[in-house]
């Protein structure tokens, strides 16, 4: 078993920056990706950037170009900056961990709010 717990998230004008943060724990060793994933009221959740053990990045095209993810392996943390944040930006955000049995975890979600 993997425990995911978020941290950051909350408010911030269009064209602002947020970074969230996530901290695994329990069977680590067996995490292979990382990701963060998004759902916004009345949508389905959708995949913002994932990275994997080695450092190879995906990232939606929405988001390309603005937001970095970025793990550190010794710490089992995998952070999300987001920069020129926009309103369609807002959504809870969630944390996700693959082990290598390919079961997927998840934080709690942290929500995101982009407005002026």
């Known amino acids: 078993q993997v425990q995911l717990v978020e941290f950051g998230g909350g408010f911030v004008q269009p064209g602002g920056s947020l970074r969230l943060s996530c901290a695994a724990s329990?069977?680590?060793?067996?995490?292979?990706?990382m990701g963060w994933y998004r759902q916004a009221p009345g949508k389905q959740r959708e995949r913002v950037a994932v990275i994997t053990r080695a450092g190879s990045t995906t990232y939606a095209d929405s988001v390309k170009g603005r937001f970095t993810i970025s793990r550190d392996n010794a710490k089992n943390t995998v952070d999300l900056q987001m920069n020129n944040l926009k309103p369609e930006d807002t959504a809870v955000y969630y944390c996700?961990?693959?082990?290598?049995?390919?079961?997927?975890?998840w934080g709690q979600g942290t929500q995101v709010a982009v407005s002026s």
């Open positions: 996700q961990a693959r082990d290598d049995f390919r079961t997927d975890y």
């Open positions: 329990g069977s680590i060793f067996s995490i292979n990706t």
